[in-house]
């Protein structure tokens, strides 16, 4: 029984203030989110402000599953320069305090800079040994702090978008408890979703869900771009996935939040109506080649 629980992103409005999308969010029907570390969503440093928005949480009966720590082109936790690095991680630990105010269960973090590098052979090794710094000091917050560290696969252009990198990261981590996140688009785009997909098996503990065309990280409901979700539900289930998916969709449109919020209840219910038909089919003639699943 593959019977996960789908949640949404607040990063899905990171134009809005995160006060005025709580209670429309749960209004459609979701319960467990993805909290976004946007400044002008949410500002992350701002303990009141914190405090403040983990008892309206409280008081709507909604779960901050996990938050998304910080990610921006100034922000780089392998940065050759240390006051550069020294700031980014520093803004990555005051994340971690955030989360663990709002309760969440994961703090999400790329494990790269959020822009392309061209690299010679020294300052790769350079930029890869100075970030398994960043993230042992990170995850040792983390863990002080009741949460997890889970790192997310970045886009295949990005310094540590390629899985091996995220395994040698991972695997230079001192301590078991950080685990990853499986970014659906990010995947697509590398070629490479069912192979990441069976590599992170044993440390996946969340799946940011979204779908595109194929050329952009298109943030798409799942099942409105190029994405076999019934192929990639069947195989998170054949690993033995036990996690949670949070809906990942783009917030820069100019939509009204009632539009995506339709959107992302139509995107929960194609998602539900996948795994209820893998449940069926295995209880029914067990192990099968399963065909491709598109919304009708």
Known sequence: MSDWPVGLSTGSFYRRGIMECLEPIRAHGFTILEICSYRKHLDYQDRDQVRRIA???????????SFHAPFAGDLD??????G????????????????????????????GPEKELDLGPAENMARQRAGILALNEIAARCRALNLRLVLENMLPHLFCGAISNLLRSLGDIRGE??????????????GELDHITTVLAGSLKMVHASDNGGQYDDHLPPGR???D??????HLQRTGFAGSIILELNGDSAEKP???????QAARLYLRRLLRRLDLEAGAAGPKMLTEGRPD
């Open 225 to 227: 771009g190029r994405i």
């Open 77 to 82: 936790i392998t940065a050759p320069d240390e």
């Open 55 to 65: 008892r309206h949480l409280e008081a709507l009966g909604l779960e901050a599953y």
């Open 229 to 234: 979700w019934l192929r990639l539900l069947s």
């Open 177 to 190: 408890e950080v685990g990853t996140c499986l970014d659906t688009g990010h995947g697509f785009l590398s």
């Open 84 to 111: 550069n690095r020294r700031r980014s991680i520093g803004e990555m630990l005051r994340a971690a305090e955030a989360a663990a105010i709002l309760d969440a269960r994961y703090l999400v973090l790329h494990p």
């Open 258 to 264: 009632a539009s995506l919020l339709r959107q992302a």
